[in-house]
């Protein structure tokens, strides 16, 4: 081992002294990156790992100059390499102004469409495949790639029709859906003993109570997990308003809070796809951005939560 | 937990007036009229039975018309509103609503909360990036309709019939709870309404003979 000098350790100095000046990963530097995809168990296909939900932020009702903002982020996300789009009846207009943005778009931009909606009937009586079709109309889609069975909703009626409508190749995936941390015992029940491909659940840095069973759960049965509330709708964002970045966020190409908070979600091995859900185009971009670069490792993770119950 | 946010909401009843125009204004005046019927002899029935339009244009043409593109619930909003309009059609046509000018408090809150839900209410919207397009106008938007409902009812001289207060009054905490989610502190205040209507309604029915 060379000898520790003062020329080497003045030159070690000064080039220690450079770094705060050296440019951050950028947004840029990364679009060469390679986009994150995840694969879906129980085919291998392969899915961004950011999607996009739907809840609130595309139920604008028949107001026409909110349809073509909420078109120019839906643009924004197909452009830099979203495929999952999620929705369900229960979100008001949602589907119909996703089905009026994906008929004015050219084709070319959404062909990576992957169409993830619900089943969701309130009142006994109401049909499960007539509201499924009415989806499909809405959407403008043949078939969806995914139909869920919406909070677990009158499952045991519908699962059974889901299961025929994938053998018919009336969908080509199924699965259930919880939020806010409900219903897990029943959603564990399911996940055991019917043949779905996704689950979707609730999933962010501060509600992580599907790591204890949910999630390896998903692992051994060879389902994808979709991770709706990664910014427990923007709680998150307004807890860290106006505290500055932590210094991990540099090592994991994280510009925002946001992209910390979503770079903690898909870190997870379990998590296929992250849907959030924004009304805003630079949100967007700041979101799918988080497709390219380093993730935070275990020991990351560990840090990362550690900030958050800091603050 | 709403399935939609504020500006969208405020976007869809200036979309809604806009639809309907004239309806807000003929509402409004509408409305004046309901609370000059209280200085009125017998002003009572047609008060009751301009109520009863009003919350069934507000159940049908709001709830179900605009509103329900929204929010799943609001076709149980509208059965809500039409069984209210039914209640106050029968309590007019029966005649058993006699309001007159208020002489007690309970008459002068309810006077008050009539004018709030026809004055002041509908300015609320110059909040929202709509201005007045967007206003709330009684007779044709669901909250200040169940406000000039309660303020009407506690006009009534003698016993009240607390019946005809109970939708309106669980719609000002639907209303109020639904303002609060969406960031309206001001409109929120309207879950007090129902509370403070239904007490002083039985207050006034101890002490008002049979």
Request: proline share 7%; glycine share 8%.
């Given at each position: 081992m060379?000898?520790?000098?003062r020329?080497t350790?003045?030159?070690?100095?000064a080039?220690?002294?450079?770094?705060?000046f050296l440019?951050?990963?950028s947004?840029?530097?990364?679009?060469?990156?390679?986009?994150?995809?995840r694969?879906?168990?129980?085919t291998?296909?392969?899915?961004?790992a950011v999607?996009?939900?739907?809840?609130?932020?595309?139920n604008v009702?028949?107001?026409?100059a909110?349809?073509?903002?909420?078109?120019?982020?839906l643009?924004?996300?197909?452009?830099?390499?979203g495929g999952?789009?999620?929705?369900?009846p229960?979100?008001?207009s949602?589907e119909d102004?996703?089905g009026?943005?994906?008929?004015?778009?050219?084709?070319?931009?959404t062909?990576?469409?992957?169409?993830a909606?619900?089943?969701?009937?309130?009142?006994?009586?109401?049909e499960?495949?007539e509201?499924?079709?009415a989806?499909?109309?809405?959407?403008?889609v043949?078939r969806?790639?995914?139909m869920?069975v919406?909070?677990?909703?009158?499952?045991?009626?519908?699962l059974?029709?889901?299961?025929?409508?994938?053998a018919?190749?009336?969908?080509r995936?199924i699965?259930?859906?919880?939020?806010h941390?409900?219903?897990?015992?029943?959603?564990?029940r399911?996940?055991?003993?019917?043949?779905?491909d996704?689950?979707?659940l609730?999933?962010?840095?501060?509600?992580?109570e599907?790591?204890?069973?949910?999630?390896p759960?998903a692992?051994?049965?060879?389902?994808?997990?979709?991770?709706n509330?990664?910014y427990?709708?923007?709680?998150?964002?307004r807890m860290?308003?106006?505290?500055p970045?932590?210094?991990f966020?540099?090592e994991?190409?994280?510009?925002?809070w946001a992209?910390v908070f979503?770079?903690?979600v898909?870190s997870?091995?379990a998590?296929?796809?992250a849907?959030?859900a924004?009304?805003r185009?630079?949100?967007?971009?700041?979101?799918m951005e988080?497709l390219?670069?380093?993730?935070?490792d275990?020991?990351?993770?560990?840090?990362?939560?550690?900030?958050?119950?800091?603050? | 937990?709403?399935?939609?946010d504020?500006?969208?909401?405020?976007?869809?009843?200036?979309?809604?007036n806009g639809?309907?125009?004239?309806?807000?204004?003929?509402a409004?005046?509408?409305?004046l009229?309901?609370v000059?019927?209280?200085w009125?002899p017998?002003?009572?029935?047609?008060a009751a039975l301009i109520l009863?339009?009003?919350?069934?244009?507000?159940?049908?043409?709001?709830?179900?018309?605009?509103?329900?593109e929204l929010n799943?619930?609001?076709?149980?909003?509208?059965?809500?509103?039409?069984?209210?309009a039914?209640?106050?059609?029968?309590?007019?046509?029966r005649?058993?609503?006699?309001?007159g000018?208020?002489?007690?408090?309970?008459?002068?809150i309810?006077l008050g909360?009539?004018l709030v839900?026809l004055?002041v209410?509908?300015?609320?919207?110059?909040?929202?990036a709509y201005g007045l397009?967007?206003?709330?106008?009684?007779?044709?938007?669901?909250?200040?309709?169940?406000?000039?409902?309660?303020g009407v009812l506690?006009?009534?001289?003698?016993?009240?019939?607390?019946?005809?207060?109970?939708v309106?009054?669980?719609w000002?905490?639907?209303?109020?709870?639904t303002?609060?989610?969406?960031?309206s502190?001001?409109?929120?205040?309207?879950?007090l309404?129902?509370?403070?209507?239904i007490?002083?309604?039985?207050?006034r029915?101890r002490?008002a003979?049979?």
């Amino acid at each position: 081992m060379p000898a520790l000098t003062r020329r080497t350790l003045l030159t070690s100095a000064a080039a220690a002294a450079t770094l705060p000046f050296l440019p951050l990963p950028s947004a840029r530097a990364q679009e060469g990156a390679p986009l994150l995809r995840r694969p879906i168990p129980s085919t291998g296909e392969e899915i961004a790992a950011v999607g996009m939900g739907t809840w609130i932020t595309f139920n604008v009702g028949s107001n026409e100059a909110l349809r073509a903002e909420r078109m120019e982020v839906l643009r924004t996300f197909f452009r830099l390499g979203g495929g999952m789009v999620d929705s369900s009846p229960m979100y008001g207009s949602s589907e119909d102004v996703v089905g009026w943005c994906l008929d004015r778009l050219p084709p070319e931009e959404t062909a990576g469409l992957f169409s993830a909606t619900k089943v969701w009937t309130q009142f006994p009586g109401e049909e499960g495949p007539e509201q499924m079709a009415a989806s499909r109309r809405l959407w403008g889609v043949p078939r969806f790639d995914l139909m869920q069975v919406h909070n677990l909703v009158d499952w045991e009626t519908h699962l059974p029709t889901l299961i025929a409508d994938k053998a018919a190749e009336r969908v080509r995936y199924i699965g259930i859906t919880t939020s806010h941390g409900a219903r897990h015992e029943a959603m564990e029940r399911l996940m055991e003993t019917q043949p779905l491909d996704f689950v979707q659940l609730t999933y962010n840095i501060l509600d992580r109570e599907a790591e204890d069973r949910l999630l390896p759960l998903a692992q051994d049965r060879g389902l994808a997990v979709i991770a709706n509330r990664p910014y427990r709708q923007k709680q998150l964002i307004r807890m860290v308003e106006g505290r500055p970045l932590p210094p991990f966020a540099a090592e994991i190409g994280a510009r925002t809070w946001a992209q910390v908070f979503l770079k903690f979600v898909v870190s997870h091995p379990a998590i296929t796809c992250a849907i959030p859900a924004t009304t805003r185009v630079d949100h967007m971009r700041e979101n799918m951005e988080v497709l390219r670069g380093p993730l935070p490792d275990a020991d990351m993770r560990r840090r990362m939560i550690a900030h958050m119950q800091s603050l | 937990m709403l399935p939609f946010d504020a500006d969208v909401l405020a976007s869809l009843v200036a979309q809604y007036n806009g639809a309907w125009f004239p309806a807000p204004v003929v509402a409004l005046l509408l409305g004046l009229a309901v609370v000059g019927l209280a200085w009125r002899p017998g002003g009572g029935r047609a008060a009751a039975l301009i109520l009863a339009v009003g919350w069934a244009w507000s159940g049908i043409t709001f709830h179900l018309g605009s509103f329900a593109e929204l929010n799943f619930m609001a076709p149980t909003y509208a059965g809500a509103f039409l069984v209210q309009a039914l209640v106050l059609a029968w309590l007019g046509l029966r005649r058993r609503l006699d309001i007159g000018p208020p002489v007690d408090a309970t008459g002068r809150i309810g006077l008050g909360l009539a004018l709030v839900a026809l004055l002041v209410w509908p300015l609320l919207a110059l909040t929202s990036a709509y201005g007045l397009a967007a206003a709330e106008v009684a007779g044709t938007a669901p909250d200040p309709t169940a406000l000039l409902t309660l303020g009407v009812l506690l006009l009534v001289r003698g016993r009240i019939r607390w019946l005809a207060a109970v939708v309106p009054a669980v719609w000002t905490l639907v209303g109020g709870a639904t303002a609060w989610v969406l960031g309206s502190e001001i409109q929120a205040l309207q879950v007090l309404a129902g509370p403070l209507a239904i007490a002083l309604i039985f207050q006034r029915n101890r002490r008002a003979p049979e």
